[in-house]
């Protein structure tokens, strides 16, 4: 019997291995009119890098789509750095909201 292969990360498109911290993200967000809309599986890093960058009104207005969050000078500028390390990556040093 053969396994599925990992689901890839549609932000930095690198398979997200089951070992690998993983979760959902509401492309509006849910206090945004996005309870039950669609969601997409990232990387916990992937997710947290995105809710670092842009706050919930600024995901429901401008950045509803992975095509636009991927678009976004400073999350274009993660997915080239993150593309580099392996797909297990994780952050050891968890930091603060920074500045936009």
Not at 33 to 55: D, F, Q, R, S, W
Not at 64 to 90: C, D, S
């Amino acid at each position: 019997m053969t396994q599925a292969p990992d689901p890839i990360c549609p932000l930095c498109l690198r398979p997200i291995p089951p070992d690998v911290a993983q979760s959902r993200h509401h492309l509006v967000p849910k206090l945004r009119g996005g309870k039950g809309g669609p969601t997409v599986l990232l990387h916990a890093i992937c997710h947290a890098e995105i809710h670092a960058t842009l706050n919930e009104t600024e995901l429901a207005r401008d950045y509803p789509t992975i095509e636009t969050l991927r678009a976004h000078p400073r999350l274009q500028k993660f997915v080239q750095w993150v593309a580099l390390r392996p797909p297990g990556f994780r952050s050891r040093v968890p930091g603060p909201r920074r500045g936009r």
